[in-house]
């Protein structure tokens, strides 16, 4: 700290009045905003000023919120671009100015903004001071400063700038099950991804919990700021794995004042359809390839139809002839044409109506009828849902369209038997980016955008990068992801097997982020046990903070699995931590079944929910996700759940920022497959041994079940015993409000 103690209240008191008065002009911003429909023109510009009035009032941060929460001061003279008249500068979410347009604060996303992220000890980018708030609302309580200056003389002590308190602090707040931005406490690293240039693909790779959302999400921020004359928010798609995981991200971009870019997760860019058809792991590899895209456009070629050598047509009762090589000409001239199969079936329709008027037909296009018929015939008109249920249910079609780049047993695996109608049909997952290939073909990508991010990318098939492909021609893409935590059909070693997919046109650049700010130091020492198996080429994050407990180990057996996991997620809720199980399918329904024995409530993670304290996700769903506390259930299932099993489990054990429990009867880390269950549990850590019931005193409920029964011998005929503990059980469901009345006494 520059102050000495005695000073430290009176600078506070002079900030305050910085802070006091960057909030009142604040506000004047914000009343001022109401009045601008006001002065509108006309109806149309009095609706466009109202809504920049409402999306830049949304931007405005609210009232009781901090102005500025940092603040740097530049050596003399060298301020960017200025000439050290102003040397000092508030950084905020957004820039604040008094009635003089002099700048009050200046926002996070302008080059002085990045000053205050990227200045280190070994650069300090021309700053002498970087100033870090810590405030209650619009109160400063205290700050910290870092002199650049007196670090040159404590080097050592910072190299590698550890982590500030501001960010420790902002790690420990417990979750919510929606992500916050991380504007205040941004780092260097960081920083300079979500300032890179607009024209790139660049790929954002690191360890859980590096940050890799939460950076490109507030790149696209910044890009939106720093290029709002070519880049609007609705010019920016982002791409996520699954609805869970949009859900959980959703709210950081409006909280920037971005409230109108495109979140979707991948299966959203297909057209809408039932879901949930499960489908053979080989199959969904097959149709995940890129060759699918060939055999879809050869199957949509050959329902191209052949002219007869006369094609006859009758108009108001007049035959009229057109010659098979003239039709043929013209279908010939529509297959070479590009453009989607239903411009081309315009372009057709268009010859042949010119052909009919040639030879003294009506002209009239509503007595086009028999061309319309012939059309009809030869260029038949498409969905992309029937087109590819006809295609997937007929072998003949199949093998047509296969040629020879695929085998018989592979079109045998795509072949399936369709619903007997097209309204009852559901599709797979692997169906949906066939299904969207199918729309582009059919008729041409319907939406496209300037930059799109897409995150977890790792895990993409080709099929599904090519839907994203195509929204973006630009080839501005931000990919992120973690090979190490690539699984599934299309589990990834190299990046190019991604980026392979997408467009070609920008530079492609790789850039890693290597500081882990979720997962404590404990549990993530514990989950790169896993690496040298999952992973052996990544290199370990560094995580930057300790975690308040070593995780914790419960071995029980098989038939105390589900109820012990029940038993502590319930603890950690009541502890008002935000919980998640991570599950394999194999003990799914054992746990939902102890949840309810023990009147838990659960969100669900497959209907896109995260809503409650207690959320149950699958080890594929966990991905991209944090809570306070996981309770991993049964690690040798969630292994055995996928070929890069590892790597499955080292997603669920790196989703907590704060506690980890493993429950499990098998081994607790699976590194090596093995029969010898407790060797493998690594010699330093604790094991929590399982106890009878860890929350009743067994002997205290023995006495209290004898005087119940001696109540019961002594007041009723043996006859009715049966009866009476049967409306007890009824007294006590009623008493504890269970929804579905146990009835367990009953021996019937
Ligand atoms: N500079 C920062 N300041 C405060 N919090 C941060 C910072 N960087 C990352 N975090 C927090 O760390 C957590 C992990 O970030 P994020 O989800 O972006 O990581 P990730 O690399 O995408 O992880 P995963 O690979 O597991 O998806 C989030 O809670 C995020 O808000």
């Known amino acids: 700290m520059e102050s000495k103690p005695a000073e430290l209240a009176t600078e506070i008191a002079l900030e305050q009045q910085h802070f006091d008065l960057a909030r009142k002009h604040r506000e004047r911003a914000r009343a001022e905003l109401g009045e601008v429909p006001d002065a509108a023109a006309n109806a149309g510009a009095g609706r466009r000023l109202a809504v920049f009035r409402r999306s830049r009032k949304e931007a405005i941060a609210p009232p009781e919120e901090q102005v500025a929460f940092g603040r740097i001061d530049c050596l003399p003279a060298d301020p960017p ?91 420990d707040r417990g979750r919510t099950g929606t992500m916050t931005d991380i504007v205040a406490t941004i780092q260097g690293a960081q920083s300079r991804l979500i300032r890179s240039p607009l024209d790139q693909l660049l790929v954002i790779e690191g360890g859980p919990g590096t940050g890799k959302t939460a950076v490109a999400l507030h790149r696209v921020s910044w890009l939106l700021y720093n290029h709002r004359d070519r880049l609007r928010p609705q010019d920016v798609l982002v791409v996520g794995p699954h609805p869970a995981f949009t859900r959980y991200i959703r709210t950081v971009l409006p909280s920037l004042g971005d409230a109108d870019v495109v979140q979707l997760d991948i299966d959203q860019l297909a057209p809408p359809v039932q879901r949930g058809r499960p489908e053979p792991a080989q199959t969904r590899r097959i149709k995940g390839e890129a060759r699918m895209a060939r055999l879809l456009a050869r199957a949509l070629e050959n329902r191209v139809g052949t002219p007869e050598p006369a094609e006859r047509m009758l108009f108001d009762g007049t035959f009229l002839t057109l010659s098979g090589v003239e039709v043929a000409a013209a279908v010939a001239s529509a297959r070479q044409a590009g453009g989607p199969y239903a411009q081309r079936r315009q372009r057709l329709r268009a010859q042949l109506a010119d052909l009919v008027r040639a030879r003294g037909g009506p002209t009239d296009p509503e007595r086009l009828g028999p061309v319309e018929n012939l059309l009809e015939r030869l260029w038949p008109l498409q969905s992309a849902a029937a087109f590819l249920r006809a295609l997937l249910g007929s072998r003949a079609r199949l093998a047509g369209a296969a040629g020879d780049e ?80 690539s699984t599934g059909a299309w589990a990834r070693d190299h990046w ?45 994050t560094r995580a ?90 049964e690690p040798e299932e969630i292994v055995a759940e996928d070929d890069r099993g590892h790597r499955l489990l080292f997603v669920a054990l790196t989703r907590t920022i704060r506690y980890l429990d493993i429950v499990c009867s098998g081994d607790p880390l699976p590194v090596e497959p093995g029969p010898d269950v407790t060797a493998r549990i690594p010699r330093q850590r604790a094991v929590i041994e399982p106890d009878p019931d860890p929350t009743v005193d067994m002997t205290q409920l023995d006495r209290l079940a004898e005087d119940l029964a001696t109540l019961i011998t002594g007041n009723t005929p043996t006859s009715m015993w049966d009866e009476v503990l049967h409306r007890t059980a009824a007294l006590l469901d009623t008493r504890a409000d269970r929804p579905r009345p146990t009835g367990r006494h009953r021996r019937d």
């Open 81 to 171: 671009g200025r000439s050290g008249v102003d040397d000092t500068f508030y950084i905020g979410r957004e820039t604040v100015f008094d009635d003089q347009r002099q700048v009050l604060v200046v926002n996070w996303q302008t080059p002085i903004g990045a000053l205050y992220y990227e200045s280190t000890h070994e650069d300090p980018r021309g700053l002498r001071r970087k100033r870090t708030f810590h405030c209650d609302g619009n109160r400063i309580r205290d700050f910290d400063d870092v002199v650049f200056a007196q670090l040159a003389t404590a080097v050592a002590a910072l190299a590698e700038a550890g982590p500030d308190d501001a960010l420790l602090a902002e790690l």
């Open 406 to 485: 695929f085998t018989a047993d592979e079109v045998a695996l795509l072949h399936r038997r369709g619903a007997d109608k097209l309204s009852e049909q559901i599709w797979s997952n692997a169906d949906l980016p066939l299904l969207d290939e199918l729309e582009d073909l059919l008729n041409g990508v319907q939406r496209r955008y300037r930059h799109v991010v897409v995150d977890e990318a790792q895990d993409l098939s080709p099929m599904q990068l090519r839907a994203v492909a195509r929204r973006c021609p630009t080839g501005s893409l931000t990919v992120v992801g973690d090979l190490a935590q």
């Open 496 to 540: 190019e097997e991604v980026t392979e997919h997408l467009p070609a046109v920008l530079p492609q650049v790789v850039v890693g982020l290597r500081y882990g700010y979720r997962v404590p130091r404990q549990v993530y020492e514990l989950a790169a046990e896993l690496l040298p198996v999952a992973a052996p080429d990544i290199e370990p």
């Open 544 to 633: 930057v903070r300790e975690g308040p407990a070593d995780p914790g180990i419960h071995v029980v057996e098989p038939a105390e699995r589900a109820g012990r996991a029940a038993l502590v997620a319930k603890d950690h809720a009541l502890g008002g931590r935000f919980v998640g199980i991570v599950c394999p399918a194999a003990c799914r329904s054992e746990l939902e079944f102890a949840l309810h024995a023990n009147d838990l409530q659960w969100g669900r993670a497959d209907q896109g929910e995260l809503d409650h304290p207690i959320n149950l996700v699958s080890p594929q769903e966990a991905k991209g996700l944090e809570f306070d506390a996981v309770i991993v259930v």
